[in-house]
T-cell receptor, first 118, second 113 residues
Framework: GAVVSQHPSWVICKSGTSVKIECRSL??????MFWYRQFPKQSLMLMATSNEGSKATYEQGVEKDKFLINHASLTLSTLTVTSAHPEDSSFYICSASSGGRQTTDTQYFGPGTRLTVL | AQTVTQSQPEMSVQEAETVTLSCTYD???????LFWYKQPPSRQMILVIRQEAYKQQNATENRFSVNFQKAAKSFSLKISDSQLGDAAMYFCAYKGSNYKLTFGKGTLLTVNP
């Protein structure tokens, strides 16, 4: 149980275009989903937290107009990188939690999406 | 703000041997959770083990166990009978009252045959 999927697994796009990444919880309802960014050989950096039906909460330094997050249902959250530029190239990982903002809840991670902007 | 420190960027172990990965953290909270996640070359984050701070007993999952020293704010991971499939990046993570995970920088574990 507790499977999280991401689509696509990798994407290459031209500078200036927008890219949408989907994160789905397959066998549980995810009240809260998290989006991380990971640079090569580095740790995960939390970008934002989304709760179903409400606006996402962004971490300091993350541009909310650049990284649009939607959590329209209990099983789906999307991250849209708008007007992508080469510096947005990275590995994006989502995670999902079933219990919301509870310390006891474990986050389950998706397999990640590698974004390359040319 | 909470911080998580992994002082060993890289570690290596011989197959079938035991290795310990270190992790220390800083917090003023008394109720929190600690995790070890594994990230193999596929980059899929996999939960290895979880420890509740209020539990004195160290968590164990098969060949994986932790040494949780709350007063010292230390949370090391011991891997027994290391296998080639254990080779990965290991991240220590803290989760407190703000429900967010704070990760260490990771330790790259190599398992030698």
């Amino acid at each position: 149980g507790a499977v999280v999927s991401q689509h696509p697994s990798w994407v290459i796009c031209k500078s200036g275009t927008s890219v949408k990444i989907e994160c789905r919880s397959l066998d549980f309802q995810a009240t809260t989903m998290f989006w991380y960014r990971q640079f090569p050989k580095q740790s995960l950096m939390l970008m934002a937290t989304s709760n179903e039906g409400s606006k996402a909460t962004y971490e300091q330094g993350v541009e909310k107009d650049k990284f649009l997050i939607n959590h329209a249902s209990l099983t789906l959250s999307t991250l849209t990188v708008t007007s992508a530029h080469p510096e947005d190239s990275s590995f994006y990982i989502c995670s999902a939690s079933s219990g919301g903002r509870q310390t006891t809840d474990t986050q389950y991670f998706g397999p990640g999406t590698r974004l390359t902007v040319l | 703000a909470q911080t998580v420190t992994q002082s060993q960027p890289e570690m290596s172990v011989q197959e079938a041997e035991t290795v310990t990965l270190s992790c220390t953290y800083d917090t003023s909270e008394s109720d929190y959770y600690l995790f070890w996640y594994k990230q193999p070359p596929s980059r899929q984050m996999i939960l290895v083990i979880r420890q509740e701070a209020y539990k004195q007993q160290n968590a164990t999952e098969n060949r994986f166990s932790v040494n949780f020293q709350k007063a010292a704010k230390s949370f090391s991971l011991k891997i027994s009978d290391s296998q080639l499939g254990d080779a990965a990046m290991y991240f220590c993570a803290y989760k407190g009252s703000n429900y967010k995970l704070t990760f260490g920088k990771g330790t790259l574990l190599t398992v030698n045959p």
